[in-house]
């Protein structure tokens, strides 16, 4: 059986929780982070990560700060922006001890996952991208630009089926009531998750975080596989497909039925080439 750990780590004052899973021999290979989008939080990638830890490796789920379990810090202790995430995220990985590993990201604020990448290359051994934001032609679905509205957003994101709303809408598919309830227990628990979400929302500046990445494919030069929910309502497949089409280090796997959170419905499709291309030799 692999070991799934769920736990917290307070870093620079601030509670990260997160999802460890341990293969059942100890391993020295090269670690998996998986960085969620907004409101999948680290439940998504459940079996995901079970699938991980069964070939031998282990992997790492945090929960954003703001989101899932990790603390939702006011806006006078944590800016939400970017350059704020990105800088806490790297004290994360220092205090895990997380010096190189593979990078899986997915979904708006896994964006900033490859911001960090690009920034910190030397960290990262592989990068697999699902279904995230990848140049400055993508714009926040309207469903989330709402969330940033004065009084509007204060109601919506106090009502937790926003949760459901959201996460059926982007997936596509109905969502079994148990997972439904993993999601949107972190709403339930504390209004602070609906203020954190504005706060994300109003200070994610969408535009020039996707500069930034657009102009960082030029020269990012570490393998590289795109597993894309070709159905999706939010992001197109063109920029995926092209970057395939442009890059030797970049291939793209193409689900044809999947749409925004395709972790949630499809990881049966996703394990094998996410584990053949971790494990493949790069020659």
């Known amino acids: 059986m692999t070991k799934l750990k769920r736990t917290t780590i307070e ?9 460890q899973v341990l293969p059942r021999n100890e391993s020295k290979d090269i670690p998996v982070v ?15 990560l079970e699938d991980i830890a069964e070939t031998g490796l282990t992997a790492y789920a945090p929960d954003w700060l703001g989101e899932g379990y990790s603390a939702k810090p006011s806006q006078r202790e944590f800016a939400y922006t970017p350059s704020a995430f990105l800088t806490e995220l790297e004290a994360l990985f220092e205090a895990l001890e997380l010096s190189r590993f593979h990078l899986v990201v997915q979904g708006f604020v896994g964006s900033m996952g490859l911001q960090y990448a690009f920034r910190h290359p030397d960290q990262i051994e592989r990068l697999v991208v699902l279904n995230t934001p990848l140049s400055s032609s993508v714009k926040l679905p309207w469903k989330m630009r709402q969330w940033a509205i004065p009084f509007m957003g204060d109601m919506l994101t106090q009502d937790p089926l926003l949760v459901d709303r959201t996460l059926e ?9 148990k997972n439904l309830g993993a999601y949107r227990e972190p709403f339930l628990q504390s209004s602070q998750a609906g203020r954190s979400l504005i706060a994300t929302i109003k200070n994610l500046n969408l535009q020039q975080a996707m500069k930034e990445i657009e102009s960082s494919w030029e ?3 570490k393998p590289t596989q795109l597993i894309w929910g070709m159905a999706d309502p939010w992001l197109s497949s063109d920029v995926p497909e092209a970057l395939a089409k442009d890059k030797r280090n970049i291939s793209l796997a193409r689900l044809e039925e999947a749409k925004h959170y ?22």
Request: charged share 20%; hydrophobic share 40%; aromatic share 16%.
């Open 11 to 19: 870093v620079n004052n601030k509670e990260w929780y997160y999802r």
């Open 34 to 48: 998986l960085l969620h989008g907004l409101l999948a939080h680290s439940y998504s990638w459940r079996v995901l």
């Open 169 to 177: 809408k982007g997936s596509g598919y109905v969502i079994s009531d």
């Open 219 to 221: 020269n990012w030069d």
């Open 262 to 283: 395709p972790q949630e419905h499809w990881s049966e499709k996703i394990s094998p080439i996410l584990l053949t291309f971790l494990r493949k030799k790069i020659v």
